[in-house]
């Protein structure tokens, strides 16, 4: 009887090396983990018949033996051996099957790496999961491959609805300190240049904050367009009528946090007056704040979204990660305080590079692998 040991490296190498010398079929006795790798032994499937043919022949002649020297009443050939053997063949193979199952997963583990990666990129676990499993079903456990499903999973406005070149009413929502008046200040300029300072209004919900006006009038005196401030529904109504000359009126809004119960009061006011909103998030914000931001502010009248302060978030992850998981669509991006230089269009090339670029060094945030990760998932 011919038992085989393979030594490898890795189980799915041991286990080509049993198929290619064993066949398909051929049964693991054992396996076990040794310095440098793994040891299996096993054996050819036409060596198990072959034990299963001589053990029943054997019984046989046992048998007639037995009835030559006391010449019982016939008794009925049972083949309780063959029975076990069998059982012990199904057993094996079944062993077999786990194994196989192991060189499956350990080949998942491939992707371990660029679980980590994504992580630590600060994309969510939910997110990376999804892409990871793409990857897998699409054989593309690379970087590039996850470069490329994002690309197909990030949104980015066309050309023909451009709200600098379309033309209307926009206001800018999002929590306090994301860049809403600077923004604001940033489109006024880009459309003061194609279409100018006569054509473009601001406008500011905003009679809260101290300075807040004043903020939005110096880039309004600046650029030389009007600057209205607003109180309530029916004022915002009338003033838009009164401005209906315009290319573009862009509302600045009061910063408030996504909790605060005057979001739904401030949606209910634009919602009346029919004003389509620009989500803008904070690049620098965690993955979980972003996702409440977006819970709290998103609604069917908020046609897209606008990331901040990309020059401050030291990883890119958690943004493009809500921008994919809630569809939003991108209309530009911005990394800096200067009017109006710092306002761009959006660059998935970019942002992808941003995201994924390898910090300088490592955090108390960083997650590395273990060393041993071949049975990750």
């Known amino acids: 009887?011919?038992?085989?040991?393979?030594?490898?490296?890795?189980?799915?190498?041991?286990?080509?090396?049993i198929?290619?010398?064993?066949?398909?079929?051929?049964?693991?006795l054992s396996n076990r983990k040794?310095?440098?790798?793994?040891?299996?032994?096993?054996?050819?499937?036409?060596?198990?018949?072959?034990?299963?043919?001589?053990?029943?022949?054997?019984?046989?002649?046992?048998?007639?033996?037995?009835?030559?020297?006391?010449?019982?009443?016939?008794?009925?050939?049972?083949?309780?051996?063959?029975?076990?053997?069998?059982?012990?063949?199904?057993?094996l193979q079944q062993q077999f099957a786990a194994l196989a199952?192991?060189?499956?997963?350990?080949?998942?583990?491939?992707?371990s790496g660029l679980l980590y990666k994504m992580l630590n990129a600060g994309f969510s676990a939910e997110l990376a999961r999804r892409l990871l499993e793409k990857l897998v079903a699409g054989k593309m456990q690379s970087a590039s491959?996850?470069?490329?499903?994002?690309?197909?999973?990030?949104?980015?406005?066309?050309?023909?609805?451009?709200?600098?070149?379309?033309?209307?009413?926009?206001?800018?929502?999002?929590p306090t300190g994301v860049g809403k008046t600077t923004t604001t200040a940033k489109l006024a300029a880009r459309a003061v240049v194609r279409y100018g300072a006569?054509?473009?209004?601001?406008?500011?919900?905003?009679?809260?904050?101290?300075?807040?006006?004043?903020?939005?009038?110096?880039?309004?005196?600046?650029?030389?367009?009007?600057?209205?401030?607003?109180?309530?529904?029916?004022?915002?109504?009338?003033?838009i009528a009164s401005l209906h000359d315009k290319h573009l009126i862009l509302i600045d809004t009061m910063g408030m946090g996504q909790r605060d119960e005057r979001v739904a009061e401030q949606h209910a006011m634009f919602d009346a007056v029919g004003v389509p909103r620009l989500l803008?998030?904070?690049?620098?914000?965690?993955?979980?704040?972003?996702?409440?931001?977006?819970?709290?502010?998103?609604?069917?009248?908020?046609i897209?979204?606008?990331?901040?302060?990309?020059?401050?978030?030291?990883?890119?992850?958690?943004?493009?990660?809500?921008?994919?998981r809630h569809r939003l669509v991108m209309n530009y991006m911005t990394n800096g305080q200067c009017v109006p230089e710092d306002l761009h269009p959006i660059n998935l090339d970019y942002l992808l590079h941003r995201a994924f670029k390898p910090t300088e060094r490592k955090t108390p945030f960083t997650l590395t692998p273990r060393v041993d990760v071949s049975y990750a998932y």
Do not use: W
Request: aromatic fraction near 2%; proline fraction near 1%; charge should be negative.
């Open 304 to 324: 897209g979204c606008i990331p901040t302060k990309l020059d401050e978030a030291v990883n890119l992850g958690a943004v493009l990660d809500v921008v994919v």
């Open 34 to 91: 040794i310095e440098g790798g793994v040891e299996i032994i096993a054996l050819a499937n036409d060596e198990v018949t072959k034990l299963t043919q001589s053990a029943v022949a054997n019984k046989a002649v046992a048998v007639k033996q037995l009835e030559l020297l006391t010449r019982p009443a016939p008794i009925t050939l049972e083949s309780s051996i063959l029975s076990e053997i069998k059982a012990m063949q199904s057993m």
């Open 19 to 28: 198929r290619t010398e064993l066949g398909d079929e051929a049964v693991i």
């Open 198 to 239: 006569e054509r473009v209004a601001l406008l500011t919900t905003d009679s809260y904050r101290i300075g807040a006006y004043e903020q939005l009038k110096i880039y309004g005196k600046i650029l030389g367009v009007e600057v209205h401030t607003i109180k309530g529904t029916e004022d915002l109504r009338l003033t």
């Open 101 to 111: 199952k192991n060189g499956v997963q350990q080949s998942h583990s491939d992707t």
């Open 145 to 174: 491959g996850i470069n490329q499903v994002l690309k197909r999973n990030l949104r980015v406005v066309s050309e023909d609805n451009d709200i600098v070149d379309k033309g209307g009413v926009y206001a800018l929502i999002g």
């Open 1 to 17: 009887m011919s038992i085989r040991k393979f030594i490898a490296t890795t189980s799915r190498q041991a286990l080509k090396d």
């Open 280 to 302: 803008l998030l904070n690049a620098a914000s965690s993955g979980e704040t972003l996702e409440d931001v977006v819970r709290k502010y998103h609604n069917t009248n908020v």
